[in-house]
């Protein structure tokens, strides 16, 4: 498995170990953190572009960012070319250099709308969205899938669209649409992508372990690998792989995403937030079921802390426990 910088457009990515923009969980905290511990780079959570056009303050709060934030990349989801190409020259997304469209989310009510992964079915349409986003001047990536069914994926000719229509990178979800988040990734598809364009082509989906993110590599032959579910369980994966230092026990880590997130936002949000990530963080670790349900409960900012120091606390005491045993 090769970790190597890689180019997009007139930038450097310092690795080619990206984070997947995730509903919920990919704010500017999240973010940060990962770019902190080696991450390539990472995507604002999914925006509606025609949320933006209407000024809708929820969407417009996906896209806070600073100028601290190494590499500033939206995900943009619709289906109007027109209304694309104007959300994507927009003084909303001025900040950011680079622009993700998404081609590949496959929930019923985004399908049903003619966005996310329906774009697959209208390669015209798709190849207009690119084309009108390109005219922004920015960095323009496509996030897609193998295709909509399992009998019937189209990988290759998909991404032949996407390079032809301007784009700049595309990730594949080795999964076609009717899979949703289940089931073993076809791989072949991604390789059959790389093999097909050349721009970068970036390998997703089913990715839970170091071992994974190596053999999606090897069996792709794909630029670089783009955590999604995988990265929150274990942020500690983007310094694994690139083999960049990071001493800091998941505990400080909290503490860290606590104060950066309230300094930024209300308290509301910030104890949804870290609620969710500890909660991830905690996942397949012994004895933490019955922690979940007092984190949950936690109505303030001193509560959550006094949780989280509990549950992690013990968590580093047991873990150090076993190193001497």
Excluded: W
């Amino acid at each position: 498995m090769e970790i190597h910088k890689l180019r997009l457009g007139n930038l450097l990515l310092s690795s080619n170990i990206l984070m997947a923009p995730l509903a919920g969980y990919t704010c500017y905290p999240f973010r940060m953190l990962a770019y902190e511990l080696g991450a390539g780079l990472c995507f604002t959570e999914m925006a509606s572009a025609n949320a933006l056009k209407y000024d809708d303050k929820a969407t417009k709060r996906l896209l806070f960012t600073t100028e601290e934030e190494p590499i500033r990349a939206v995900q943009l989801l619709g289906g109007i070319p027109a209304v694309m190409e104007q959300m994507a020259a927009s003084t909303q997304l001025e900040n950011f250099e680079i622009i993700d469209i998404n081609m590949g989310c496959p929930v019923p009510n985004v399908f049903k709308s003619g966005e996310g992964s329906a774009l697959m079915l209208d390669p015209k349409r798709a190849a207009a969205i690119i084309r009108g986003c390109k005219k922004s001047g920015k960095i323009i990536t496509v996030k897609c899938r193998t295709g909509i069914r399992e009998d019937a994926m189209f990988t290759a000719e998909f991404a032949r669209m996407c390079e032809a229509a301007g784009a700049d990178m595309i990730t594949v979800h080795g999964r076609s649409r009717s899979m949703m988040y289940d089931g073993k990734p076809y791989h072949e598809e991604i390789a059959h992508a790389k093999a097909a364009v050349r721009i970068p082509v970036i390998a997703n989906g089913g990715i839970f372990s170091m071992d994974d993110a190596c053999k999606v590599l090897d069996h792709t032959g794909a630029d670089g690998v783009m955590l999604a579910r995988y990265g929150l369980e274990n942020p500690y994966i983007f310094s694994e792989l690139t083999e960049k230092p990071c001493h800091k026990k998941p505990l400080q880590l909290l503490h860290e995403q606590l104060a950066l997130t309230l300094r930024y936002y209300d308290e509301t949000f910030a104890l949804r937030y870290i609620k969710k990530l500890a909660s991830y963080m905690m996942k397949k670790k012994k004895g933490t079921k019955k922690y979940k349900e007092k984190l949950y409960q936690c109505g303030s900012e001193m509560e959550l802390l006094d949780s989280i120091n509990l549950i992690f606390g013990e968590m580093e005491m047991e873990q150090s426990h076993d190193r001497l045993l």
